[in-house]
């Protein structure tokens, strides 16, 4: 996984709530078994028209916003399904950073197994970037997980708070599995302790 | 540890294997469920890092999510859901996962088959790539869902480093009224405290209403928990729920099951343990439930009308709430029972277990589908699927006009072929009104197996504390 600690780039505001999985990634595109080419599907049927054309209305549609790499939306951003898919389309697409006032639970760890960073803002703020990022154009923030900082290049600034254990991870671009693979003697110990009652 | 514990907190604390320095606590996993659709990169994952699965005795694996169900032996037409499916008895094969696959008697939901092999067990840490993994809750495991990497993780060392959830103590005050089932204190509790109103939070389900529930009701109790963003929901193990494991092919036996029984006794929370946060519920201000939005917190009773925007809650729930007539063509105002549907679902994780078929078939027997209304029904499993037929229901629904298919996830999130057409508008016993979610364009109600049955009959929803029962 690549190292996160600073990142610069274009915003692209979907400011709704409850923006669920089933919308990032829809159904039918789970059926594949690789983690790689999902961008194209990311907000499927909001992307697109039944007829399979893109809907110029459509924020990540409108040439303003291509090649935006950090998403701010409305609180409980990822409810619902599980689908680890909606990271993979998401990062695919090329975001980096996803800023709202809250975040489903599964998908917030989904994003760091991915380098995603999820920056939970209030929701004044959330609605501050949403709001510039609509009125100026080629609107840009800089996102400093070591500083734990957002800012524009004129007046807008926020800290945020975050996990230490996920901020080290993020920032280290550590493989989660290796981690805890070191305590292997723990874990056999564990075990042992531990037999299964009747199976 | 403080003195007085959660039953979470019991369970929580007796699979902490280790607390590393600056990270959370390495949490130790009794059960590992799979299935097709989010294990596949997971064991690609395993292969590439040259790493095996520490414990595939236990783990368990199926196919449900996009098998069709239309009878065993009918070619599946999509071939990429093909490919999935034989990725999975290919990865099973490889690293020794133990499968239930689509010609097994024992196959079925994941969810469903868990508990009724007996590998669901209280006390247990159950985790799946399904967030609906928080159903196992129901007998004081501590079951939660993940993504694919944590996936991996665990097939790699049966362990997740975890941050300790928060608790919520969740009581039902009271027996349920008549014609109110456990799906129905699901709508109602999101309906209450909002999609997100449980988020990091590990619920506990308590009082005489949950007490009351059998197995299955509590099942589709905490199977709902993470539609109001629970981590996990749990139901204290008490004598419903031994009854309901013991003599399971996998539950323990003779000595073994004493001993079982004598720790899953020390499970339930110490009196005056405390919780985060507390909410109570009257149950007799529940209500047969219908949702009339895109998310399952947009609930009704089915006696009310869809809401004015003026009288919902937020101003989130005010801006989402206009979007939401739109796409499921509803005028604030009109009366629930006034909805016609075009489509019933019968089945799903939430609610096709032998006793929700039981109460769809009392509801249907001696009626007939409306002619313009499409049914059907799909138990969680082929040993529902058999248990039922034993009892003659299937004939209680075909005769009724309700289609009678094989056991997988179906319609719930229209994986396999079974899916809305745009515009449908579906009376379904699952857990999701997502847009899209049961095809695209589909307008899912979410509501009880027998009012699902009702609505079938009825052609709109209909109140089942009135209905005619023959």
């Given at each position: ?12 505001p ?186 | ?5 959660t ?59 996009n ?16 490919k ?29 088959i ?9 006390g ?61 204190i ?89 919780y ?15 949702t ?17 925007l ?18 499921m ?44 209304v ?51 508008r ?28 009702a ?16």
């Amino acid at each position: 996984m690549n190292p996160f600690r600073v990142h610069k780039g274009r915003v692209a505001p979907l400011y709704r709530a409850n923006v669920d999985t089933d919308q990032i990634i829809p159904k039918q595109f789970l059926k594949r078994i690789e983690k790689t080419g999902f961008g194209e599907f990311v907000f499927f049927d909001w992307r697109r028209r039944p007829d399979g054309s893109l809907d110029p209305e459509f924020t990540l549609n409108q040439p303003r916003y291509k090649g935006a790499s950090i998403l701010v939306t409305d609180k409980n951003f990822g409810c619902g399904s599980s689908r680890e898919h909606a990271v993979w389309a998401l990062a695919d697409f090329g975001f980096r950073v996803v800023i709202a006032p809250t975040f489903a639970d599964i998908f917030a760890n989904n994003c760091v197994q991915n380098g995603v960073l999820t920056v939970a803002l209030n929701e004044a703020e959330t609605a501050e970037i949403a709001h510039r990022a609509q009125a100026i154009p080629d609107y840009e923030l800089t996102v400093d997980l070591e500083q734990k900082k957002v800012s524009d290049s004129q007046v807008f600034t926020a800290n945020f708070s975050i996990d230490d254990s996920i901020r080290h991870r993020l920032l280290n671009g550590l493989d989660d599995i290796g981690l805890t693979m070191q305590y292997e003697k723990e874990i056999a110990a564990y075990e042992a302790a531990h037999p299964a009652i009747g199976n | 540890m403080p003195e007085k514990r959660t039953l979470f907190e019991k369970v929580w604390d007796e699979h902490v294997v280790c607390v590393p320095e600056r990270n959370p606590s390495l949490l130790y996993t009794d059960l590992h469920l799979v299935h097709e659709v989010t294990s596949p990169q997971a064991f690609d994952g395993l292969r590439m890092a040259g790493r095996g699965v520490r414990r595939a005795d236990r783990t368990v694996a199926t196919v449900d999510h996009n098998i069709p169900t239309e009878p065993r032996g009918t070619p599946i037409l999509d071939p990429i859901a093909a490919k999935q499916i034989e990725a999975l008895q290919k990865n099973c094969k490889e690293f020794g996962v133990p499968l239930f696959d689509m010609d097994s008697p024992d196959q079925g939901i994941v969810h469903v088959i868990g508990p009724e092999l007996g590998v669901t067990q209280p006390g247990k840490t159950i985790v799946c790539g399904d967030s609906h993994t928080s159903t196992h809750g129901a007998f004081g495991a501590l079951a939660f869902g993940i993504g694919t990497s944590e996936v991996e993780h665990v097939l790699a060392t049966q362990c997740l480093p975890q941050r300790k959830p928060k608790t919520m103590l969740i009581q039902v005050n009271g027996p349920l009224p008549k014609g109110v089932t456990a799906k129905d204190i699901a709508l109602g509790i999101i309906g209450k405290i909002g999609t997100d109103g449980a988020t990091g939070h590990v619920i506990e389900y308590a009082g005489e209403a949950v007490r009351g529930l059998s197995m299955e009701g509590r099942m589709t109790l905490c199977n709902m928990s993470i539609e109001s963003g629970a981590r996990a929901g749990m139901v204290a193990p008490d004598e419903t729920t031994f009854a309901y494991v013991k003599g399971r092919r996998f539950a323990p036996k003779g000595a073994a099951w004493e001993k079982a029984v004598a720790h899953w006794r020390t499970l339930p929370s110490d009196p005056g343990a405390k919780y985060d946060k507390v909410i109570e519920i009257d149950a007799a201000t529940l209500a047969p439930f219908v949702t009339w939005g895109t998310n399952p917190g947009m609930v009704v009773p089915v006696n009310g009308r869809v809401p004015e925007l003026a009288e919902l809650k937020t101003d989130a729930d005010r801006a989402g709430a206009q979007r939401m007539l739109e796409y499921m063509g509803l005028n604030a105002g009109t009366p629930i029972e006034q909805i016609p549907v075009d489509r019933v679902f019968i089945g799903s994780c939430t609610n096709s277990r032998l006793e929700d078929l039981r109460e769809a078939a009392r509801v249907a027997k001696g009626h007939h589908v409306n002619a313009k209304v499409r049914a059907m029904v799909v138990p969680g499993s082929q040993s529902i699927k058999h248990a039922a037929e034993q009892e003659g229901l299937h004939k209680i629904f075909q005769q009724a006009g309700f289609e009678w298919r094989e056991s997988g996830c179906s319609m719930c999130l229209g994986m396999n072929p079974d899916i809305l057409q745009p515009g449908e508008r579906c009376a379904s016993t699952s857990n999701r009104n997502f847009e899209g979610r049961q095809g695209r364009g589909g307008r899912t109600h979410l509501v009880s197996p027998m009012m699902a049955a009702a609505a079938a009959i009825a052609g709109h929803f209909t109140d089942i504390r009135t209905w005619q029962f023959n």
